[in-house]
T-cell receptor, first 114, second 112 residues
Framework: KNQVEQSPQSLIILEGKNCTLQ??????????LRWYKQDTGRGPVSLTI?????NTKSNGRYTATLDADTKQSSLHITASQLSDSASYIC?????????????FGTGTRLTVIP | GAGVSQSPRYKVTKRGQDVALRCDPI?????LYWYRQALGQGPEFLTY????????KSGLPNDRFSAERPEGSISTLTIQRTEQRDSAMYRC??????????FGSGTRLTVV
């Protein structure tokens, strides 16, 4: 069964600290994996997209990793800021041609406190 | 509908002209579908995208119809050399994340 699981469900960290969010998936065949940041009341914004051959990709203070063998991805946030408080959602695309080839994680709710 | 706008609302064009219909979803709508609905009939599926990738274009009536979504957001449905039978309401629908299936208000195309 194709699934995407994220952990932790929620996380509270102090401003300036680093954190790592996890996304494990069982989607097959794999096409790509995207991390999104969704601020409360706003639409999700894409942070990174990773394909099978990519191990790591950075976008500012955000670094995503992908291990296609173990089907795990992580999103590392460095030197967190208050504005990083948001939900982080992992979306995996399968190499299928039907309508249901997108699989969404339930997200990690990150709260950065001063 | 909230979350997706279509333009123009109305388009009248002469037979043989090309038209471009636009669908502009808000951020986060991953999947985008194009439908058309002739007067008194149900919606007819044309094509759909996941992000920028066109997943299924089997519903496009012929090669005069094409669609694109180059950056995974705004989509354009283009009809070349329009014919009177192309007259219909063209609607796009979007979905993704925790957003439900949302239809735009449509473009009423009339070919004269």
């Amino acid at each position: 069964k194709n699934q995407v699981e994220q952990s932790p469900q929620s996380l509270i960290i102090l401003e300036g600290k680093n954190c790592t969010l996890q996304c494990n998936y069982t989607v097959s065949p794999f096409s790509n994996l995207r991390w999104y940041k969704q601020d409360t009341g706003r639409g999700p914004v894409s942070l990174t997209i990773m394909t099978f051959s990519e191990n790591t990709k950075s976008n500012g203070r955000y670094t995503a990793t992908l291990d296609a063998d173990t089907k795990q991805s992580s999103l590392h946030i460095t030197a967190s800021q208050l504005s990083d408080s948001a939900s982080y959602i992992c979306v995996v695309t399968a190499l299928l041609t039907g309508a249901n080839n997108l699989f969404f994680g339930t997200g990690t709710r990150l709260t950065v406190i001063p | 509908g909230a979350g997706v706008s279509q333009s123009p609302r109305y388009k009248v064009t002469k037979r043989g002209q090309d038209v471009a219909l636009r669908c502009d979803p808000i951020s986060g709508h991953v999947s985008l579908y194009w439908y058309r609905q002739a007067l008194g009939q149900g919606p007819e599926f044309l094509t759909y995208f996941n992000y920028e990738a066109q997943q299924d274009k089997s519903g496009l009536p012929n090669d005069r119809f094409s669609a694109e979504r180059p950056e995974g957001s705004i989509s354009t449905l283009t009809i070349q050399r329009t014919e009177q039978r192309d007259s219909a309401m063209y609607r796009c629908a979007v979905t993704g994340f925790n957003y439900g299936y949302t239809f735009g208000s449509g473009t009423r195309l009339t070919v004269v």
